[in-house]
């Protein structure tokens, strides 16, 4: 196998996606990084966001790029009143009886997809789709945009984080939550926002996922653990970090296929969770300890 076969048949694959592994991290890590839990019905809300977007392209037949705000209000949405109907009654209890309610409500979104929506595979465009060449490199225009897309909104997250007010008092939340409450930080504004953020970015990572591949009522179920490993490996609470994990995360599991059989690459995603739990449990970026 030559050099230039080895980048177009598994890393510009496996950039593609880690890409969007790091789009659902990302909302992985805020949470826990907020919340102190992880959040289990994750990926199945990056499910409903993929469906809300060809909902939107089925009714009004515009291109996926152009529902996936639509799908990110809608998720979003969602995610907050999940949370104000489920989980805000929870706050005060062991942080273990809301995993385990994440779980159920990871359930509830798989059914209410599979019902409205069916249980038959779907796509937003029909047809085959050609590669350009780019100097013997081979790659899709949605590939570019998957890439492109990831680093826009990873890099405006960035910026809100680190220059608005409501940025600022979210990594405040994150380092001290009791000392951040004595400073007078509204916690149900930031936990509000913090949903926000996640619902969209979840939307994000399941809209991009079916314009790369096709829409399952489990694609979402399936995401879940690399996108969990993504944010462990880079450091929970660490949105770089998610970014940085994910990446690894996605070639990892397309380079694994030189050497096992295509039905275990979602192994590599486990393996890669159990080492770093193991070896260095804040990550590559030190973020927090699960």
Known sequence: MGFLELINFYVIPGVVLGSIYALGAVGITLVFAILRYAHLAHGDLATLGAFLALAVVTALGLPPLV????????????????????????????????VMASLGI????????????GVDSESYVRGIVRPENYFGLRIKDREIYTVVFMIGLVGVLQLFLVKSKWGKAMRAMSDNPNLALLSGIDNKKVVMLTWIIAGGLCAAAGVFLGINTELKSMMGWHMLLPMFAAAILGGVGRVEGAV???????????????VLPSEYKAAMAFVILLFMLLVRPTGLLRGKVL
């Open 244 to 258: 940085l994990g994910g990446l690894i995360v996605g070639i990892a599991e397309e380079l694994s296929v030189l």
């Open 106 to 117: 990871a359930l509830m979104v798989r059914s209410v997809v599979q019902v409205v929506w």
């Open 67 to 98: 529902a996936l705000p639509v799908a990110m209000i809608g998720t979003a949405a969602v995610a907050v009143g999940i949370d104000k109907a489920f989980y805000e009654h929870l706050r005060e209890r062991p942080k273990i009886v809301t």
